[in-house]
């Protein structure tokens, strides 16, 4: 996995985090205040494992991690890491945040493309 590969896993998590805030069913769901800064995905990342949204499976030093490997992608400087680890914390992750596993019949019906 390359840099690319990286980061749009991490932003395929910030996204889903994010996406508790943004959404008016989900938001529901969570207490922050108005100081806190929901566009810090370590802010956010606080905001949902204090309301009990993350469990235990996901933690701190997992979020440190992916972030870190984000920054070392981005400044060009990623080097050899647990690739298969990574995968497993981002799935874990957006499991417990609701995105995974989906149902295929809800997605869009239409012609598969590819390119």
Partial sequence: MDADGVA????ALSSTM??????PDLSKRIAYSDEEDTNDDGVLFRILKR???????FTSTDFSLLSDLL?????GKLVDFNKDLYIQIVENSIT??????????????GESVTL
């Avoid at 309301?51 to 499976?57: A, M, Q």
């Fill in 8 to 11: 749009a896993l991490y932003d």
């Fill in 18 to 23: 994010l996406r508790y805030v943004l959404s």
């Fill in 51 to 57: 309301n009990r949204i993350i469990n235990n499976r």
């Fill in 71 to 75: 920054d070392n992608a981005i400044e």
């Fill in 96 to 109: 417990q945040l609701d995105v995974l596993p989906f149902e295929e019949s809800d997605l869009p019906k």
